[in-house]
C-alpha cells in the first residue's frame, strides 16, 4: 500500500500542546520524539506523555511514528517497550551503524511482542552507515526487520565528515545519491532531512524541490509552518498528472498491445515509463483520499 509521505512533523513528545495541535495538522507524518528534543531527566516524562497521547487517538489518518532513542543510550529499552504498548504505525531508531543494528532491533520488538503491523524507519545520520548503506538496505528483504524507510540527517553527517551545509547541498548530493541507490535497490522508502531556518519559506522551498528531483518521497519538517510547502512541492502537479493518465492511456491501446515502446505526440514512450507513471496516480490517489 502506497502512503503519502510529504510532511512528517517532528513534535517533542513531552509537549501536549504541540501533540494536540498536531491533530490539527495536514502532516502526513507526526514523529512523536523522545530523542533530539527531550532532556534527559525529561525522558520519561515524554514517554508518558505519549503514551497518553496515543491511548486519546484523534490524530485521523495521519501515519504516526515514534523515534526512539538510539541503541547506544540507557533509555532505548524502555522507549521500545512504550512504543510496543502505544502501537504507532512505525518506530523511528536513530543513528543505525550497520545491518547488525536492524538484528538488534528485531530482537527486540519480537522479545517484546510487538504488533506485526508496526515498521521499523532507521536514520542515516553517521559516515559508517553511508559505508554500510547497502548492506543496511538489504536487510529489507528479510520481513522480521520490519524496514520500511530512511530518513536522512545531513546535519549529524556535516557535523562528522566536516562538510560544509551550504545553499544548494552540493557537497552532500553524492552521499544523498548513494543512500537513495541503496534504499530504492531493496524497496526503502526516503525521506529528507529537516530544514532547519523554518523562517526562511524561499530556501525551505528550494531545498524540498531537491529533494524530489533526487528522488526523496518526503522532507521531514520541524515547524507547522512548513507543512503547506511540503505537501506542494512533493505532490504530483496537474500536468504530471494529466501526462501520466495520457502514457497509460496510450498503452491499453489495441495496436500498443505488445510493443515494449510507442510514439505518444512524437515522442518515444517506453513501458518503464508507464510504470512511472502508475505510481504518479497512485501516489495521488493516495494523498486525495
Same mark, same amino acid.
Given at each position: 500500500?502506497?502512503?503519502?509521505?510529504?510532511?512528517?512533523?517532528?513534535?517533542? #513528545?513531552? =509537549?501536549?500542546?504541540?501533540? +494536540?495541535?498536531? %491533530?490539527?495538522?495536514?502532516?502526513?507524518?507526526?514523529?512523536?520524539? *523522545?530523542?533530539?528534543?527531550?532532556? $534527559?531527566?525529561?525522558?520519561?516524562?515524554?514517554?508518558?506523555?505519549?503514551?497518553?497521547?496515543?491511548?486519546? #487517538?484523534?490524530?485521523?489518518?495521519?501515519?504516526? !511514528?515514534?523515534?526512539? =532513542?538510539?541503541?547506544?543510550?540507557?533509555?532505548?529499552?524502555?522507549?521500545?517497550?512504550?512504543? !510496543?504498548?502505544?502501537?504507532?504505525?512505525?518506530?523511528?531508531?536513530?543513528?543505525?551503524? #550497520?545491518?547488525?543494528?536492524?538484528?538488534?532491533?528485531?530482537?527486540?520488538?519480537?522479545?517484546?511482542?510487538?504488533?506485526?503491523?508496526? %515498521?521499523?524507519?532507521?536514520?542515516?545520520? &553517521? $559516515?559508517?552507515?553511508?559505508?554500510?548503506?547497502?548492506?543496511?538496505?538489504?536487510?529489507?528483504?528479510?520481513?522480521?526487520?520490519?524496514?520500511?524507510?530512511?530518513?536522512?540527517?545531513? =546535519?549529524?553527517?556535516a557535523l562528522e565528515t566536516r562538510m560544509r551545509m551550504l545553499?544548494?547541498?552540493?557537497?552532500?548530493?553524492?552521499?544523498? &545519491?548513494?543512500?537513495?541507490?541503496?534504499?530504492?535497490? @531493496?524497496? !526503502?522508502?526516503?525521506?529528507?532531512?529537516? @530544514?532547519?531556518?523554518?523562517?526562511?519559506?524561499? #530556501?525551505?522551498? +528550494? +531545498?524540498?524541490?531537491?529533494?524530489?528531483?533526487?528522488?526523496?518521497?518526503?522532507?521531514?519538517?520541524?515547524? $507547522?509552518?512548513? /507543512?503547506? &510547502?511540503?505537501?506542494?512541492?512533493?505532490?504530483?502537479?496537474?500536468?504530471?498528472?494529466? %501526462?501520466?493518465?495520457?502514457?497509460?492511456?496510450?498503452?491499453? *491501446? $489495441?495496436?500498443?498491445?505488445?510493443?515494449?515502446?510507442?510514439?505518444?505526440?512524437?515522442?518515444m514512450v517506453e513501458r518503464l515509463h508507464a510504470e512511472m507513471?502508475?505510481? !504518479?496516480?497512485? /501516489?495521488? +490517489?493516495?494523498?486525495?483520499?
Open positions: 500500500m502506497i502512503r503519502p509521505r510529504r510532511s512528517p512533523l517532528f513534535m517533542p #513528545g513531552s =509537549n501536549a500542546r504541540a501533540i +494536540e495541535k498536531a %491533530r490539527t495538522l495536514a502532516a502526513d507524518v507526526v514523529i512523536l520524539d *523522545l530523542e533530539d528534543s527531550i532532556a $534527559p531527566d525529561a525522558k520519561q516524562l515524554a514517554r508518558e506523555q505519549i503514551a497518553r497521547e496515543m491511548a486519546k #487517538g484523534g490524530f485521523g489518518r495521519r501515519e504516526l !511514528v515514534i523515534r526512539v =532513542n538510539h541503541l547506544k543510550s540507557p533509555w532505548w529499552q524502555d522507549d521500545f517497550a512504550m512504543a !510496543v504498548k502505544a502501537r504507532p504505525d512505525g518506530i523511528l531508531v536513530p543513528k543505525i551503524l #550497520g545491518p547488525e543494528d536492524l538484528t538488534t532491533i528485531a530482537r527486540k520488538l519480537d522479545e517484546l511482542g510487538a504488533d506485526p503491523a508496526l %515498521r521499523v524507519w532507521v536514520m542515516i545520520e &553517521t $559516515p559508517l552507515a553511508v559505508v554500510n548503506i547497502a548492506a543496511i538496505a538489504a536487510r529489507a528483504l528479510d520481513r522480521a526487520t520490519r524496514l520500511e524507510a530512511f530518513v536522512i540527517g545531513p =546535519n549529524d553527517i545553499p544548494g547541498r552540493a557537497a552532500m548530493v553524492p552521499i544523498f &545519491t548513494s543512500i537513495i541507490v541503496a534504499a530504492r535497490a @531493496y524497496g !526503502v522508502e526516503m525521506l529528507d532531512g529537516p @530544514y532547519s531556518d523554518f523562517s526562511n519559506a524561499t #530556501g525551505f522551498a +528550494e +531545498e524540498c524541490a531537491q529533494a524530489r528531483d533526487l528522488g526523496f518521497d518526503g522532507k521531514t519538517l520541524i515547524h $507547522p509552518s512548513q /507543512i503547506e &510547502t511540503a505537501n506542494a512541492v512533493f505532490t504530483p502537479a496537474a500536468d504530471e498528472l494529466a %501526462r501520466a493518465r495520457e502514457i497509460i492511456a496510450a498503452f491499453t *491501446l $489495441p495496436e500498443n498491445a505488445g510493443k515494449g515502446a510507442i510514439n505518444l505526440k512524437g515522442q507513471a502508475r505510481r !504518479v496516480i497512485a /501516489i495521488s +490517489e493516495a494523498i486525495a483520499g
